[in-house]
């Protein structure tokens, strides 16, 4: 069974609509004993970051996120989440990535929104997808390049599309919207 975390951050639908095409069966839920016992964790989202940290600290889901063993997926506001800090409601974070998370330079060009290319790909999450590869983004904050990043993206600067560090993986763009190249790193995740 697939956890999708639930915790008011938008999104959770396409995320439970494209895992259940992918063949997996699937909960959405803030109850920490069905978290703790599903076999992958999705710890998706679109919102705002101080909002989504105070409803996890309210649910002590902060600390069930932190401590899971299994697989983890952030996505988006998800793997701003598993950062230190957000720019974005001056927020402190999980702390598993260490990056900060930056809001982009304040012009035209934001939100970035559409389909871009990804470079430096690292590990197995991207078997099978290449730099001409396109995802989907939306997103008007980034998390600086660090270690743990496995995919850079370039976007007026460079940023960590992608990141990992032991069982818990993040994604900057949204893999359930990102048609089959997002299916097939959503379906590798999920086959982890």
């Known amino acids: 069974m697939i956890a999708i975390i639930k915790y008011n951050a938008g999104?959770?639908?396409?995320?439970?609509?494209?895992?259940s095409r992918l063949g997996f069966d699937c909960v959405v839920t803030d109850d920490k004993e069905k978290i703790f016992s599903a076999d992958k964790v999705i710890f998706p989202g679109v919102?705002?970051?101080?909002?989504?940290?105070?409803?996890l600290k309210k649910y002590q889901l902060n600390d069930v996120?932190?401590?899971l063993k299994q697989p983890v997926l952030g996505i988006c506001l998800g793997q701003q989440l598993m950062c230190n800090h957000s720019e974005e409601g001056d927020t402190t974070c999980l702390g598993i990535f260490n990056a900060n998370?930056?809001?982009?330079?304040?012009?035209?060009?934001?939100p970035h929104m559409g389909w871009n290319s990804l470079s430096e790909l690292k590990g197995n999450l991207f078997n099978g997808i290449s730099v001409k590869?396109?995802?989907?983004?939306?997103?008007?904050?980034?998390?600086?390049?660090?270690?743990?990043?496995?995919?850079?993206?370039?976007?007026?600067?460079?940023?960590?599309?992608?990141m990992q560090k032991n069982n818990f993986y993040g994604t900057q763009f949204h893999p359930e919207k990102s048609a089959s190249v997002g299916e097939k790193i959503l379906k590798y995740f999920l086959d982890l």
């Open 47 to 55: 919102g705002e970051a101080s909002s989504a940290m105070s409803y």
């Open 101 to 110: 998370v930056k809001k982009f330079p304040p012009i035209d060009l934001v």
């Open 133 to 162: 590869d396109n995802v989907y983004f939306v997103h008007s904050y980034y998390a600086e390049v660090v270690e743990e990043t496995i995919a850079v993206c370039n976007y007026m600067l460079p940023f960590s599309a992608a």
């Open 11 to 19: 999104n959770v639908k396409s995320v439970e609509n494209a895992i």
């Open 65 to 67: 996120i932190i401590s």
